[in-house]
Each structure stands twice: as structure tokens, then as C-alpha cells.
């Protein structure tokens, strides 16, 4: 039989190297996974031979097609390459292998560049890890920490597989949150549209109308009178000054100050304001379960979360939390001094640390959370729904009052 030479990673992470005999480099996996590592690479006696004279061309090959290439990639390609990467290592095949395969087989152009390039870093050595944080905007914090959490630990499939499943949730939860606000956007566009088509268009050729009456015209249809010809006169003033303050604003928010200011109205906010915490709450959750049932540690795992929730005032209050538990103390004693956590995570926090079960206690109220979030959403839809509806109808109501009073006005005077 060949001999095909093999580089693995043992449970505490050292990474070994040897020989193997067999049929082909699917039975040499599985034989070096039967020694209790985990294959990086396995290659067969010439490809061996040759790797150190092509490694350095590969390399700079790679990185120059991804530096022409430069496409977005978006979050559907990296949640596909996780899954098909977690099975493809499940399956025992190679780290290179496994790359070749995903190379041949994936169907966007964009993402082939990043792949041959992490190819080439795997084969000169380096750990997936170490591969992906080349590559930033692709791949997040929490993803590089977790999969360098299961190289460690030598669980790196099914670690890829939670990273699947996270990115999966957190995908769902955008979709459900962007298909609730579509139908109330474009209903209030439409309001706006009409309303605005009525006071710049219709008003002004009856104002002439009104005028010429000679008699007082009702307060409302002065007010109507006022607010179209304020509309008509000064419009390029008001999209410059709506222009301008949407501008101010979004550079307000990129400040600390302004962004932590927002953060914190977003969580006390009138009606929106318990959503926005189980939001926040779920996220939390999933992450640090993910975080821990990956194999990263509390502190590290903590620090991650905080920079994932996307709101500065919870990412504080873990981060405040962290220091606790650096002290000694519990991560529900921790959270539960903040004040900024919901109960829910409090007790289910406490309970998996009595029970040893943390990470998916945290995922079960993660999952909890968000059935409370889409119940919550679907109620909240179903209220903005009728009350632009309402507020429409109540305008144009307005204007329909203003322009009939005057000609009820002048036929009593008439008669």
C-alpha cells in the first residue's frame, strides 16, 4: 500500500506529524483519525515531496486573485461554506481536501478567490483559524475565536456545525425583522406620497378659487391655505434641511457619545422599548451559548458577546459583568448586579450553572426569547398597520373638510 504522510492536531491542540499506509487518502483519514487526532493534511508521498516548492507559488497566486477579484460576499456564501466545511470534516476528509472540494463545487465566483487563498495558507501550515482572520470583513471575531476553540480542542466539525447553526438563527431573525417592517414602510411611503402630492399639486389650483370668493375663509382651510403654499414656496429649503439633519444625525451616531445615547432611548423607548431588550437579550444568549458550548472560555467567550450585541449600553453592562466574574463570583450573580439583563436570563443563567448545563440552558433562552420577539413583532405590525391607515385617513380627511367648508359657505350666502 502507498504511504501517505499525515499532519494532525491531538486534544490539546500540538500539532503531530508521521506516516501512514493505505489504499487512498479517505482510508488514510480515517486511519489517522483512529489514533485519536485530527487530520489538517494528509498527502501522498510525492505530493509531499513537491509541497515545499509550491507552496510559496500557491500562496501568491491565491492572494492575487482575491486581490483582483475583490467581490462582495455575502452572509448566505459564508453560512453555506460553514455548513458544507462542517460536513465535509465530519465526513473525515482533510483540511486540503475538503477546500478542493468546496473550490470545485461552489457556484459563486466571488467567494473561490478567498477559499484558494485559505487553501494555500492551510497547506503552508497554518491553522483555519489563522487563515480566516486574513479576511476580516468576511469572517467575525466570534467565528475566527470559535473555530480556533475546537482546533484546541479537536472538536473543530461539530463546532463548525454550531457556528452553522448560530449564523442560520441570526440570518432568520433579520429576514423576520426586515418581512415585519416591509408592509408598514411602504404604507407610510404611500401616505407621504399622497399627502404631499395634494398639498404641492391639488391645493394650490383651488387657492385662487378660495380667494376670489372674497369672503373669510375657515380656519382650516387657512391652515390648508398656509401649510401648501409654506410647502410650494420653500421646498428646496426643506429637502436641504431634511437632508441636513438626517446627515448631522448619522454623524452624531457614529460618535461614542451619540451611539451610546441612541442605545440606551432604544431600550426605554415607549412600546418599542421591551422588544429592543429581548432583542438584545436573545443575542446575547446565543452568542455566549455558542461561545461556550464551542469550548472558549468564560472570560474570552464574555468579551466576544459584548462586542456582538450591537447595543453599547448591554455590551457595557457585560462587559462590567465580565470584571465580576473575573473576581470570582458567578455569571448570574455577575449579570443579575447590572440591573440591564431581563429575568428570564437571570434564572435560566443561574440554573445552568447549578446544573452544569450552562451553554444550553443559555441556547434554550435564546430560542424562548425569540418566540417571544416574533409574537411581539406580529402585534406590534398588526398595530402600525391601522394606525398609518387611521392617520392617513385623517389627513386627507382634513384636507377634503377644508376645501368643502368655503363652498358650503359661500352657497349659504348666496341663498
Not at 483582483?68 to 461554506?81: A, S, W, Y
Request: charged share 20%; net charge positive.
Amino acid at each position: 500500500m502507498p504511504e501517505f504522510t499525515y499532519e494532525a492536531r491531538d486534544r490539546s491542540g500540538r500539532l503531530t506529524t508521521g506516516v501512514i499506509n493505505a489504499q487512498d487518502l479517505q482510508d488514510a483519514a480515517v486511519k489517522v483519525r483512529a489514533l485519536g487526532v485530527y487530520p489538517t493534511r494528509i498527502l501522498t508521498g510525492q505530493q509531499a515531496a513537491n509541497g515545499a516548492m509550491t507552496k510559496k507559488k500557491e500562496a501568491k497566486a491565491a492572494v492575487s486573485s482575491t486581490s483582483e477579484g475583490k467581490k462582495r460576499i455575502g452572509r448566505t456564501q459564508i453560512l453555506l461554506f460553514t455548513r458544507e466545511m462542517a460536513d465535509l470534516l465530519d465526513a473525515g476528509l482533510p483540511m486540503d481536501r475538503a477546500f478542493s472540494t468546496l473550490i470545485e463545487q461552489m457556484e459563486s465566483e466571488a467567494i473561490r478567490p478567498m477559499l484558494q487563498s485559505m487553501q494555500a495558507d492551510i497547506r503552508a501550515g497554518q491553522p483555519l483559524s489563522e487563515a480566516l482572520s486574513k479576511f476580516p470583513r468576511e469572517f467575525s471575531t466570534l467565528y475566527i475565536n470559535m473555530v480556533r476553540a475546537g482546533e484546541v480542542s479537536g472538536q473543530l466539525p461539530e463546532v463548525m456545525k454550531r457556528l452553522a447553526d448560530f449564523m442560520e438563527k441570526e440570518q432568520t431573525r433579520r429576514s423576520q425583522i426586515a418581512a415585519a417592517l416591509t408592509y408598514p414602510a411602504v404604507l407610510i411611503t404611500v401616505a407621504v406620497g399622497a399627502v404631499t402630492f395634494l398639498l404641492t399639486f391639488v391645493v394650490p389650483k383651488l387657492s385662487g378659487i378660495f380667494h376670489d370668493m372674497g369672503s373669510a375663509l375657515p380656519l382650516p382651510t387657512v391652515i390648508l391655505l398656509t401649510l401648501s403654499g409654506i410647502i410650494g414656496r420653500y421646498w428646496p429649503g426643506i429637502v436641504v434641511g431634511i437632508a441636513l439633519a438626517v446627515f448631522l444625525l448619522r454623524r452624531w451616531l457614529r460618535t461614542e457619545t451619540g451611539k451610546r445615547r441612541m442605545d440606551a432611548f432604544l431600550l426605554e423607548m415607549p412600546l418599542f422599548g421591551t422588544l429592543n431588550r429581548k432583542v438584545v437579550a436573545s443575542r446575547l444568549a446565543r452568542t455566549l451559548g455558542t461561545l461556550l458550548a464551542g469550548g472558549v472560555p468564560i472570560l474570552e467567550a464574555m468579551s466576544i458577546t459584548a462586542s456582538a450585541l450591537g447595543n453599547e449600553v448591554a455590551a457595557e453592562a457585560v462587559l462590567n459583568a465580565r470584571g465580576h466574574v473575573r473576581q470570582g463570583e458567578t455569571l448570574h450573580a455577575a449579570l443579575e448586579k447590572s440591573g440591564d439583563f431581563l429575568p428570564v436570563v437571570l434564572h435560566m443563567t443561574a440554573v445552568g450553572e447549578e446544573t452544569g448545563r450552562l451553554p444550553s440552558m443559555l441556547l434554550r433562552t435564546a430560542e424562548t426569547l425569540d418566540f417571544e420577539v416574533d409574537n411581539t413583532m406580529r402585534r406590534l405590525t398588526s398595530l402600525v398597520e391601522p394606525l398609518v391607515v387611521l392617520l392617513m385617513g385623517a389627513f386627507i380627511g382634513f384636507i377634503v373638510l377644508s376645501i368643502l367648508l368655503p363652498i358650503f359657505k359661500a352657497n349659504t350666502l348666496v341663498k
